[in-house]
């Protein structure tokens, strides 16, 4: 079991900028993936940023340069940095941890999710 505790989602104007971050626990595998995913009510939750470990990351199109994902020196906390915030990039931010290897591998686990609202 991995265990996902997020925090940093607030409200905040057009053009600012936040900062995510979650923290895994539990039996963590490697190599594994952590990445940020977000919904909106009616919408499939979109992934939006990954970092594997060893530091490779992607990024949704949709980011265009505006967010920067990372992990800490032991790979258990991500964080993910939000500039030029939008009112379109208002959703709840759910953090993911996935296995590559081991037992869980290519099983999902998710955080309670952190709501970001932007304001015009």
């Known amino acids: 079991q991995v265990q996902l505790v997020e925090s940093g989602g607030d409200l905040v104007l057009s053009g600012g900028s936040l900062r995510l971050s979650c923290a895994a626990s539990?039996?963590?595998?490697?190599?594994?993936?952590m990445g940020w995913y977000r919904q909106v009510p009616g919408h499939e939750r979109e992934r939006v940023a990954s970092a594997f470990t060893g530091r490779v990351t992607t990024y949704a199109d949709f980011v265009e340069g505006r967010f920067t994902i990372s992990r800490d020196g032991a790979e258990r906390t991500v964080y993910l940095q939000m500039n030029n915030l939008r009112p379109e990039d208002t959703a709840v931010y759910y953090c993911n941890y996935r296995s590559m290897a081991g037992q869980d591998r290519g099983l999902d686990y998710w955080g309670q999710g952190t709501q970001v609202t932007v304001s015009s």
């Open positions: 539990g039996s963590i595998n490697s190599p594994n993936v």
